[in-house]
């Protein structure tokens, strides 16, 4: 193997850990086999079903990836990148703010975005700057269709890059994780938050004890969250928090 190839091959493993955590490993343990890709995905498959049963004697449990309950991953893309990953405690805590709020609104789904990986305390979770010890998770607006409520669905594909209009203080700034990608938000769906459940998800947040603070866009904030004294502003250095609500122990 050339020195080029070997570098591009390493270049790979570094990406696919970055994003999945276990990615690399498996793409360079495929190297050795003569069907590569065929043992990429193979080995990929084992690692990430490994993963589900190791996680737990790690302090990290999954939340669902698919079903009919009312808290899921918004896609299968943060499952099978082992990104739905959280500690017991904090997924127990987001369970049981979903059950209220589906309580009170029957039909309703807290779909979950970005949690953490698998392993390690301290293993990056990129792009975000804090997801590293499996006591953050991110969760989805909750969205209706000119006052409709719409179970499931979110304005972007993944829930992320769909950002709110509101006013903004932070200065400009190079480089910065406040991706404005007004390029794209034409593409997105025209749907609303809706006002009832992100009131109440958000107070049902702030009253449980496990939950120590929520980042979420000031004038989002403001707009849902009036009164509710865990709310933070996650600061200009961040990514923007008016596409979804960010929790933590």
Not at 46 to 70: K, Y
Request: charged share 15%.
């Amino acid at each position: 193997m050339s020195v080029w190839r070997a570098l591009l091959h390493l270049a790979v493993a570094a990406v696919l850990t970055a994003l999945t955590q276990l990615g690399g490993l498996a793409w360079l343990a495929s190297r050795l086999f003569r069907r590569k890709l065929l043992a990429f995905a193979g080995l990929y498959l084992a690692l990430w079903l490994g993963a589900l049963v190791l996680a737990p004697q790690f302090g990290r449990v999954p939340i669902a990836c698919h079903g009919n309950g009312p808290l899921v991953m918004r896609s299968w893309v943060f499952c099978l990148a082992n990104r739905n990953y959280v500690a017991p405690e904090l997924k127990a805590a987001v369970e049981d703010m979903a059950a209220a709020t589906a309580a009170t609104y029957p039909g309703t789904v807290t779909l979950a975005l970005d949690g953490n990986f698998p392993f390690l305390n301290g293993f990056p979770l990129l792009p975000h700057l804090s997801h590293n010890d499996g006591r953050k998770l991110d969760l989805a607006l909750y969205y209706a269709d000119h006052g409709r409520y719409l179970p499931g669905r979110t304005r972007s594909p993944l829930g992320y890059f769909a950002f709110e209009p509101g006013p903004n203080t932070c200065p400009p700034r190079f480089p910065t994780l406040r991706w404005d990608l007004a390029w794209l938000q034409p593409l997105w769906r025209a749907y609303a938050p809706d006002p009832e459940r992100m009131h109440l998800a958000l107070r049902l947040l702030a009253r449980d004890p496990r939950i120590g603070k929520i980042f979420l866009e000031p004038h989002l904030a403001a707009k849902f969250g009036a009164g509710v004294t865990k709310i933070r502003f996650q600061g200009c250095a961040a990514a923007r928090h008016d596409d979804h609500i960010h929790i933590q122990l």
